[in-house]
């Protein structure tokens, strides 16, 4: 009897083992590229090829920062861009922290009633489709002023492998073809049948852009101010006003991108730094982070009913206050102290229960909530010398406004539909906008895009960020949690499912054939209630994660064409 009692303990023990092994070895085939020095990871391979080629030059990662940004405007124009803007966060090896806020504007000659037709009543054509849909352009004033400060090179030398990239053409993906045929009647609508994109564009053909080759040729030259005050600025002014915009000149010339003090904040002995308003990411994402620390995750178990009810709680809780309080900091006034004090947010937590769902038109009055749209694009970098940039970037709507500047070569932002064209009507993606976010002359609008940096031990630690306009911040907080409390990699923390709830509506929106009918019904049980229609892909992450050796993961989404490059 002992002997198979032994037999039987060492059958368990080997069991173990081998189950161990197993899923140690499933783990690692979930890993991404792996690299010693140095990673890109963007939404396309040739932008993070052309930025991993920048920094073997003896480039930083500012400089791969603007021949990134500048390759996706190239080889990704569904939301990399010339003619919008974003928001960078970024890391010095010696642990300096900063970002940049180079969000679009509202045009001198905007006004609070613009978009809205002789009898009060809001027109989304105008907001949406239209050249009064765009703001003024913050993106490459963005990248020349981070590159000018921090970076090693010239421009001229970082824009000349994205200049020929233009001029050689890069190969449509499948992905790519299918949006180009979506694009086609829209953009010809819009800008005339002799238009550029007034083509057929096939999965596997060449598609060179010459024009757009030759504005970067300019502003290679002659910098920033090409764009600005030079022969592209205006271009670009004469164009919108003979399509019925109000971008001038002088809109143009005044544009200035915006150092920003980042929202840094503790998280379970971990430092996340994430970008501050106008963008509401980095302070939804630390009252978020905040709410669910006293709870013990890793317990609840990944995507447990209960692991989904705490984060749901948290996220309708600071999607209100999201709503309500951020706007753009030059022109309204921000209680950031108040909204991340912990009493605070623990004191919104205690109307929350296990059993049973919180509504939430009992957290709040429900009558406020910004959105903008999924269509935005999003890149990592960590260069040889332990610096680390976190890049959101959009032209808010897929390809903006659908208006295409043949004479430049890249369409224009409609950022403009981010505002709120009159409180209480809801923009293109049917939520409603609050008096917080109106319009006024060389406002920046609302925007939930939230690049982060994670530091542990005070070291680097993950670099990440994603698309997805309001999804944005929960799929970037549950990228973390799946690493921090669940240990996985980043490909497989970045590969998870993923839902989100954001107030109002008041629903849970899970990714599509990604969570058992169980969890489903379960949580109904509860009083939640589930979107049953399709939800859309929630977020298209690309991080990077700094192994214990040292060495680098890159999470590139499998979502997309995204693509992670190091060496």
């Not at 694009?183 to 002799?194: C, S, Y």
């Not at 564009?201 to 005050?229: C, M, Q, S």
């Not at 109002?504 to 049953?532: A, C, W």
């Not at 890159?554 to 979502?559: E, V």
Request: glycine share 8%.
């Amino acid at each position: 009897m002992k002997k198979l009692n032994t037999s039987l303990l060492f059958l368990a023990a080997w069991l173990l083992l081998f189950s161990c092994a197993e899923k140690a070895q499933q783990r690692e085939i979930q890993r991404g590229l792996i690299a010693e020095k140095a990673m890109v990871v963007s939404a396309r391979e040739e932008a993070s090829k052309i930025g991993i080629e920048i920094i073997q030059k003896g480039g930083n990662a500012f400089d791969a920062m603007m021949a990134t940004e500048m390759a996706l405007a190239v080889t990704y124009p569904f939301a990399g861009n010339l003619g919008g803007g974003g928001f960078m966060v970024y890391r010095m090896a010696d642990g300096t922290v900063g970002s940049i806020d180079y969000r679009e504007k509202a045009p001198l000659a905007a006004h609070k009633d613009m978009f809205l037709d002789e009898n009060g009543e809001f027109v989304p054509q105008l907001s949406q489709q239209s050249a009064l849909a765009s703001g003024v352009p913050g993106t490459i004033a963005g990248i020349f002023e981070a590159q000018e400060k921090f970076g090693k090179l010239t421009p001229a030398e970082i824009l000349q492998p994205v200049i020929q990239l233009a001029q050689k053409g890069f190969v449509v993906t499948e992905n790519q073809a299918q949006r180009f045929q979506r694009l086609r009647q829209v953009a010809t609508e819009v800008n005339g049948p002799e238009t550029f994109f007034n083509r057929e564009i096939n999965a596997g053909d060449t598609l060179k852009i010459p024009v757009l080759a030759a504005t970067l040729e300019r502003i290679a030259k002659n910098g920033r101010d090409e764009f600005y005050k030079g022969e592209t600025a205006k271009i670009l002014a004469k164009h919108m006003q003979e399509k019925g915009g109000i971008i001038t000149e002088e809109d143009l010339a005044s544009y200035q991108a915006a150092w920003r003090d980042p929202i840094v904040f503790p998280y379970r002995g971990y430092k996340v730094i994430s970008m501050a308003p106008p963008s509401s990411g980095g302070m939804t994402l630390a009252q978020i982070m905040k709410m669910i620390e006293p709870f013990e995750l890793s317990k609840l178990g990944h995507h447990s009913p209960e692991y989904i009810q705490v984060l749901v709680e948290a996220e309708r809780r600071a999607y209100a206050d999201r709503n309500f309080y951020l706007g753009d900091p030059d022109f309204i006034e921000i209680p950031v102290d108040q909204l991340l004090d912990e009493a605070y947010l623990k004191s919104r937590m205690e109307s929350f229960s296990m059993e049973k769902a919180t509504l939430s038109s009992d957290i709040s009055e429900g009558k406020i909530v910004f959105s903008e749209s999924m269509e935005t694009t999003h890149y990592s970098i960590v260069d040889a010398d332990g610096n680390a940039v976190s890049v959101t970037t959009t032209l808010n709507g897929g390809y903006g406004s659908k208006l295409y500047i043949d004479e430049l070569g890249f369409f224009m932002n409609n950022e403009m539909d981010d505002f709120s064209a009159k409180p209480g009507i809801p923009n293109m993606f049917g939520l409603i906008g609050a008096e917080a976010n109106s319009i006024a002359p060389g406002k920046r609008m609302l925007s939930s895009m939230t690049p982060t940096i994670v530091e542990k031990d005070g070291k680097l630690w993950m670099v990440v960020g994603t698309p997805g306009g309001s999804t944005i911040i929960t799929s970037v907080l549950q990228t973390i949690l799946n690493v921090i409390e669940f240990d996985m990699g980043m490909q497989e923390a970045v590969n998870a499912p993923r839902f989100h709830h954001q107030w109002l509506p008041d629903l849970i929106n899970f990714e599509p054939d990604s969570f058992d009918t169980t969890l489903i019904q379960t949580l109904k049980s509860r009083g939640y209630l589930i979107n049953e229609g399709n939800s859309p892909v929630i977020g298209k992450v690309d991080a990077i994660l700094v192994l214990p050796d040292g060495k680098l993961e890159g999470g590139a989404d499998r979502r997309g064409d995204d693509k992670a490059v190091g060496f």
